[in-house]
């Protein structure tokens, strides 16, 4: 509970290099979220060339303070896991196919596996995802038949922000129906 008590999106970063031996931890943190069917949706871009951060950033609504964080990963979403290789398919922010939803939802877990070891490190980051995918994916040369979840900023933190307000457990459970 520590690390889901204290975890908060972080947009100010100290000058400081990430560990390699950290950023493993935090990929194998995601290597182990569950998935349905144990199909294990997922693929991490570790970013770190400041052209691609900058490129990255642009295409994340020009979110300028992104570039303080020394590192971005990339959470992407592979509907092959559900999907033969040999059906064309091209995803996007439209897509009916409710495969996309099946893998959007088992790489969300992995993100935020990512994000709760992230804190367990003493790191911080953000989950970033204010992009289109025909923006984000031919910076990293993905597919089309690949979605992008997410761009996670990384670093070292450099503000302490305030718990956020959380509605009362009162207001978010139910037993048995609505």
């Known amino acids: 509970m520590e690390q889901i008590e204290n975890r908060r999106s972080i947009r100010k970063y100290q000058n400081r290099k990430v560990e390699k031996e950290k950023i493993v931890q935090i990929l194998e943190s995601a290597r182990l979220a569950p998935s349905g069917s144990n199909t294990q949706p997922w693929t991490f871009i570790i970013v770190e060339s400041k052209d691609t951060k900058e490129k990255l950033i642009l295409a994340d609504h020009n979110q300028t303070w992104m570039l303080e964080a020394p590192i971005f990963i990339v959470g992407v979403a592979d509907i092959r896991c559900r999907i033969s290789m040999d ?92």
């Open 87 to 178: 059906t064309e398919i091209r995803l996007d922010e439209n897509s009916a196919e409710p495969e996309l939803k099946q893998i959007i939802r088992d790489t969300a877990i992995a993100i935020e596996h990512i994000l709760l070891e992230s804190e367990h490190q003493g790191l911080a980051a953000c989950w970033t995802a204010w992009f289109e995918q025909d923006d984000v994916r031919p910076i990293l040369n993905i597919p089309e038949d690949k979605y992008v979840c997410g761009i996670i900023t990384l670093g070292y933190s450099d503000e302490t922000p305030k718990q956020r307000p959380r509605k009362a457990i009162e207001e978010i459970v139910r037993y048995e129906t609505w």
